[in-house]
C-alpha cells in the first residue's frame, strides 16, 4: 500500500460555482446536526485554483455557525478525482471520505482513502492500484465492534472502528465485485485487507440464472453495503456476471488470537455468512446510485432515488418482488419514502 504525506495547502474557500453531475457527489448528516457534501468538480468551474488536477473533490460543511467550502487538499496534487462515498462514527467525530482517482488520461486509477477530525485531514492512502482498471459505484460504512477471540476460543465484543469499502470494477477482460476492510486505531489507518468479494460466496447457494431476454444485468454492477444497527457488522449485496445471481454477506470483524503469527491482526475472510438471493428484474442506469436495506429473515430492499420518485424491490421468502414505484411530491419526499422502506425490510 502506497501511503503519501499531503503537501501542506492552505484550503480555498470557494465562490458559488456550477453543481456537478448529482451522481458524482455523496451527502451525510451527522447526529449533532451538521451535514456534510463531497462533490467531484471540473476545475475549469473554479477560479483562484492553482492545481494540475482535471477534477477536485470540493467538501462543503453545513453546521449552525454557516456554511464553508473548501477542496480536500490530496485532489488538488494531479489526476481526476470522482466517484466520492462518506461514512462517520459519531463516538470519534470522524468523517471517512473514499474516493476514485484516475491518472494517465483515465488509463490507470486507484481508490484513496482519508479522514477528517477536529477540521483536519488525515494522511491519505492509496487503498488499491492497477493500471488499466476502472473502478466505480463505491460505497462504505463503519462498524464500531470486534469479536474477539482468546487463546481459549472464548468470544468478546470489544471496541474497534473498521471502515468497509466495495466498490465494481473492471479491467479490460473481467469486471467484479470487491472489498476493502480498513482498520482504524486512535485515528490513524493501521491495516488494509482487499478482497474479491467472490470469495465470501457458496457457489452451491446460486439460484438458477435468468432465463429471460428482458433480463437486465446492470443491477448486478452495483454492490451495496449497510451497516447493522448493532453496529458490528456489515451487509453487502452483490452480483455475478458469470451466474447472473446476487448474493447477500454479513461481515463482522473479528480478532483471533488463537491463530499462530496472527498478532490479533484482522483477517479476511472474516466472520462471513453467505446467502444467495438471485437477481432481481430491476433497471438501473450505469451512473445510478443503488443503495440496499437489509433486514432479518433475509430481507433485502434494494432502491434508487430519482425525480419520478424512489424505484425499489424487495427479496422475502426466497423471491424477489416486483419493480414498484414509490410517488414523489411535496407532500411525499424521497427521505420519507426511503423510511416507508426501511421499516417495511424490517417488519416481522
Not at 429473515?297 to 430519482?306: D, E, W
Request: with cysteine.
Amino acid at each position: 500500500m502506497i501511503k503519501r504525506i499531503l503537501v501542506a495547502l492552505a484550503l480555498i474557500v470557494l465562490p458559488s460555482f456550477a453543481m456537478a453531475d448529482a451522481t458524482d457527489r455523496d451527502f451525510l448528516l451527522t447526529p449533532n446536526g451538521t451535514l456534510y457534501t463531497v462533490e467531484s468538480v471540473f476545475t475549469d468551474q473554479l477560479t483562484n485554483v492553482d492545481t494540475h488536477s482535471t477534477r477536485v473533490l470540493t467538501f462543503t460543511v453545513r453546521n449552525d455557525e454557516g456554511t464553508t467550502t473548501t477542496i480536500i487538499p490530496e485532489t488538488l496534487l494531479g489526476g481526476s478525482h470522482t466517484a466520492p462515498a462518506l461514512a462517520y462514527d459519531p463516538a470519534s467525530e470522524a468523517l471517512f471520505v473514499f474516493w476514485q482517482r484516475g491518472i494517465n488520461n483515465g488509463m490507470s486509477s486507484d481508490l484513496v482513502f482519508c479522514s477528517y477530525q477536529k477540521g483536519k485531514w488525515s494522511e491519505a492512502t492509496s487503498v488499491d492500484s492497477a493500471n488499466y482498471h476502472y473502478s466505480h459505484n463505491i460505497q462504505i460504512g463503519v462498524t464500531r465492534k470486534v469479536d474477539q477471540i482468546d487463546e481459549k476460543g472464548n468470544h468478546t465484543s470489544v471496541a474497534g472502528l473498521t471502515v468497509h469499502a466495495v466498490w465494481w470494477e473492471e479491467s479490460g477482460h473481467k469486471e467484479w465485485a470487491r472489498y476493502a476492510m480498513l482498520t482504524i486505531d486512535n485515528g490513524s489507518l493501521t491495516d488494509i485487507q482487499i478482497a474479491d468479494l467472490s470469495l465470501f460466496t457458496d457457489v452451491s447457494r446460486d439460484l438458477a440464472r435468468p432465463n429471460d431476454p428482458d433480463f437486465n444485468n446492470e443491477i448486478l454492477r452495483h454492490p451495496t453495503l449497510s451497516e447493522s444497527n448493532a453496529h458490528d457488522t456489515v451487509d453487502i449485496v452483490f452480483g455475478d456476471l458469470i451466474s447472473n445471481n446476487m448474493h447477500r454477506v454479513t461481515i463482522k470483524p473479528v480478532v483471533d488470537f488463537r491463530t499462530a503469527g496472527n498478532g490479533g491482526r484482522l483477517r479476511v475472510p472474516i466472520g462471513v455468512k453467505d446467502t444467495g438471493i438471485g437477481a432481481p428484474h430491476f433497471r438501473s442506469d450505469a451512473n445510478a446510485r443503488v443503495e440496499a436495506l437489509s433486514g432479518d429473515g433475509n430481507k433485502v430492499v434494494l432502491y434508487t432515488s430519482g425525480k419520478d420518485g424512489v424505484k425499489y424491490v424487495s427479496y422475502s421468502n426466497g423471491s424477489w418482488s416486483p419493480s414498484r414505484t414509490l410517488s414523489v411530491d411535496d407532500k411525499v419526499t424521497a427521505d420519507a419514502a426511503v423510511d416507508v422502506l426501511r421499516r417495511m425490510v424490517n417488519t416481522d
